[in-house]
Each structure stands twice: as structure tokens, then as C-alpha cells.
């Protein structure tokens, strides 16, 4: 199958792209970010753009995929509700515009939170903004589409999280994840986890639209 992967310079875009390129039921993997990962692969392909709020320029470059992983994304901390709307529902809701009319049967995988508020009226204001997110991803129309809602994640084979807080408490930390895994090991995933499930859904199906980590962890097997 031929893939997109969103936000490959990001934790778990890079876990999900290192599986992908891995994988051997996956023949061609096109990244799509602002700036170009750091790797090279027969089967990668990279579209370098800017504007992630229009992508009509590149929309035929787009055609015939299977799936698009969009794990692009950004840490709510210190911003308004109306610019991380923009980040996270705006450039994602693009995005699916343009693939649902180029590949209406593609799979699409959205990377969202655990403790997203599907009603849209909650508290949490990044959970609001995830939650109107995937509900309007789910009614776009495509043949599959899959939230993604990982708790704890993870990073192996190398990966750091570009946002200084989590690299943090992976750095410092990570005892304290893994002694919650122990606990609760149905809470925690990892980024190899999360790349394999997202490939293995789309072979595969699912049941649920709104996977929880239980659910990545049984799809990554």
C-alpha cells in the first residue's frame, strides 16, 4: 500500500514513519511537512510545503494513496484557543479536504489525545478543539477513518519529543512511566506500537472509530 505521513520531524510522526518504511505490506511512504526529514529510503518520498492551511498546490501530487497517518500536531501550552484551532483544526481539516477528493476510499488516521471531549463543550479547551476535530474528520466520508487517542506514549529507536516539557519528563522521568505501565499496563504505548496499529488498521479494520491505547496495543500485534 502506498502511505502519507503528517508531522514526521515530530515523536510519533517519526515512529509511525520508521514502522511504515519497515513494514513490508507498505511499498511507498510520502512525508509532507514544513521541513525535510532526516532520513533516506527506497521508499520515501517528501513534499516540503509551507502553507499548511491551503493545499490545493500540491492536490495532484496527492492521488492514488491508501492511507494518510496525520500525526502533525502541537502542545496547547501557553497559546489561545483561537490560534491552537488553527494548528490543529484548521490545517488538518485542509488536509482531509483535499485527500478525501483524491482518494475517498484512503484510510485516514488521526493522532488526537486521550481525554478529547467529543461533545465539543467541555473545559479542557485543547480537548474541545480535538473533539470537533475528529467528529468532523469521522463525518468527511472516507472508506475508514480512525482517531487516535494514545495515553502515555513511549518513544523508541531513538526519538525525542520536540516539546521541551515531555522530552523532559522522558529524560527525567521515564521511571515513573514505566512503573504506570507496570500498574496499568493498558494506559501506555509506544511509538513502534502506534506506527504498527496505524498500519494494521488499515489491513485490517476495526470496530471502533476511537481507539484507546487498550486498542492500539491489540492492533499492533
Not at 4 to 29: Q, R
Request: some cysteine.
Amino acid at each position: 500500500m502506498k502511505v502519507i505521513v503528517t508531522g514526521a520531524t515530530g515523536m510519533v510522526g517519526k515512529g509511525v514513519l520508521l514502522e511504515c518504511l519497515d513494514h513490508s505490506d507498505v511499498e511507498e511512504v510520502l512525508v509532507i511537512g514544513r521541513n525535510p526529514v532526516d532520513l533516506k529510503h527506497s521508499k520515501l518520498k517528501e513534499i516540503i510545503h509551507k502553507d499548511f492551511s491551503d493545499f490545493s498546490a500540491v492536490s495532484g501530487k496527492l492521488k492514488a494513496y491508501d492511507a494518510c497517518f496525520h500525526c502533525m500536531g502541537v502542545s496547547s501550552m501557553s497559546m489561545k484557543e483561537s490560534e491552537y484551532k488553527i494548528f490543529t483544526y484548521d490545517y488538518t481539516m485542509a488536509l482531509a479536504k483535499v485527500l478525501h477528493k483524491n482518494n475517498p476510499k484512503m484510510t485516514f488516521t488521526y493522532v488526537s489525545g486521550e481525554g478529547t471531549d467529543s461533545s465539543e463543550k467541555g473545559r479542557s479547551m485543547w480537548a474541545r478543539v480535538k473533539g470537533k476535530t475528529e467528529n468532523d474528520l469521522l463525518k468527511m466520508g472516507f472508506r475508514q477513518a480512525f482517531m487516535f487517542r494514545p495515553g502515555f506514549i513511549i518513544p523508541l529507536r531513538g526519538i525525542k519529543s520536540r516539546t521541551k516539557a515531555y522530552q523532559f519528563v522522558y529524560d527525567y522521568f521515564m521511571w515513573l512511566v514505566k512503573l504506570i505501565k507496570g500498574i496499568a499496563p493498558n494506559s501506555v504505548v509506544n511509538t513502534t506500537q502506534i506506527g504498527l496499529a496505524m498500519i494494521n488498521v488499515v489491513l485490517r479494520g476495526y470496530p471502533k472509530n476511537i481507539l484507546t491505547p487498550k486498542d492500539i496495543l491489540s492492533l499492533s500485534r
